[in-house]
């Protein structure tokens, strides 16, 4: 590992420990370096505060002149809410940048490295592009697509159960599992539940973590709007909550829910739910990342839709059985083999005696 790398490496660490803090921008990590002497360094925390680089050179300050700065994404160039780096950089008389990956913000992509060139500072792309690239796959397909990045998660049985015949679930899986899905939780802008699994399980749907840990905004897909008030996401008031229903509830039945400040409700243009036009309205609303636990119906829906771009699986040594005992896809199933989805598995763990999989589609 070169010189440029080493430096490289320390800013895609600082800026993975911000997972999940940044949303709906991408987390970046910089440090800046003069003589072979760390001299500033700096993580984006938060949307609408400074960006990495900004940190990095206000810890530097003048002795930035003739220093070179490591970036884990092109410096920006446009003014979002915050000024452009690409500018701040030049001005701090930075002589050499090193940038892991381009920034595929059509406001960006590419015209923060003309910026640089063009004012006579030396720069290096592509070091580490790969690792850097992996920290922000969300935000390179929100920003791309507009569309949340859906993450389908599933816990089952060895035998590929969800629930016994009475729709007993709790748990399937162990402590470790539980908590790994809490972690997903807590990254997530969204986590997105059918009104059934609001109905069966009274899920809270909070990130409990032992060092606390963000709550996802809860999204319930629920067409004839039957989510009843009693239970914990209307009256636990710790996240915010959107219904989504179809156009033909009525105005009396959303009106029950105005009273509960946290309580959304997002009212369709169509009498059925289409998970495209429910992403294009998160997409909207910033939310870049969307965490589906189900059940078994809502998980069909984002299936058949073709709107999945990563699959976990956590699978419990239990053995359930029963013809009837519901499984993590339902729906109308398929005919031929070749209308499933083509999956390839990109990770597999131990966590306690469960095993995690994590697969994306092909
Ligand atoms: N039944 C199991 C799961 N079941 C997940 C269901 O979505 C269940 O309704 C929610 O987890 C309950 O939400 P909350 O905990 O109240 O926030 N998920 C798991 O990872 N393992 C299992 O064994
Ligand atoms: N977070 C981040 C960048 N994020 C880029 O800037 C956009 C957000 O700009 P703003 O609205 O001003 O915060 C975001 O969509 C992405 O393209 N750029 C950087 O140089 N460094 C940073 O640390
Ligand atoms: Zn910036």
Not at 92 to 120: C, F
Not at 139 to 162: C, E, N
Request: charged letters at 20%.
């Amino acid at each position: 590992m070169n010189q440029d790398e080493q430096y490289m490496k320390l800013a895609i660490q600082m800026a993975a420990s911000t997972k999940g803090q940044t949303a709906p921008n991408p987390s970046v990590g910089s440090v800046v370096v003069k003589n072979g002497e760390v001299i500033g360094m700096g993580a984006h925390l938060k949307a609408g505060e400074a960006h990495a680089e900004v940190h990095a050179l206000n810890m530097a300050g003048e002795r930035a002149q003739g220093a070179t700065i490591y970036v884990t994404l092109e410096p920006c160039s446009h003014y979002g809410k915050t000024p452009p780096c690409a500018e701040k950089i030049i001005q701090s008389g930075i002589s050499r940048a090193v940038v892991a990956t381009l920034d595929p913000n059509p406001k960006v992509a590419g015209r923060g490295i003309k910026m640089l060139e063009d004012a006579g500072v030396e720069v290096k792309t592509h070091v580490l592009k790969k690792e850097a690239d992996d920290l922000n796959e969300v935000f390179y397909h929100w920003i791309q697509s507009k569309r949340p990045f859906v993450t389908l998660k599933t816990a089952m049985s060895l035998d590929g159960k969800i629930a016994t015949t009475t729709g007993e679930s709790q748990w399937i899986t162990g402590e470790e599992a539980r908590r790994d899905v809490h972690q997903y939780r807590h990254i997530h802008d969204a986590i997105l539940v059918g009104v059934n699994t609001v109905i069966q399980d009274k899920p809270n749907l909070t990130t409990r973590l032992p060092h606390g840990g963000k709550h996802p905004i809860r999204v319930v897909l629920d067409t004839h709007l039957r989510t009843p008030i009693d239970t914990p996401l209307i009256q636990n008031p710790e996240a915010p909550t959107w219904i989504v229903t179809g156009s033909e509830v009525e105005k009396e039945k959303i009106d029950r829910f105005t009273h509960y400040e946290h309580v959304e409700i997002i009212q369709l243009s169509e009498p059925t739910i289409s998970i495209e036009e429910i992403l294009q309205q998160l997409g909207e609303k910033d939310v870049t990342s969307v965490f589906v636990e189900g059940g078994a119906k809502i998980n069909d829906a984002f299936l058949r839709a073709g709107a999945v771009q990563q699959v976990i699986n956590y699978v419990a040594p239990k053995l359930i059985g029963g013809q009837q005992s519901p499984t993590p896809i339902g729906g109308e199933g398929i005919a031929k083999l070749s209308e499933s989805m083509q999956l390839t598995i990109t990770e597999v763990t131990q966590l306690g005696e469960d095993v995690k999989i994590i697969s994306k589609p092909i």
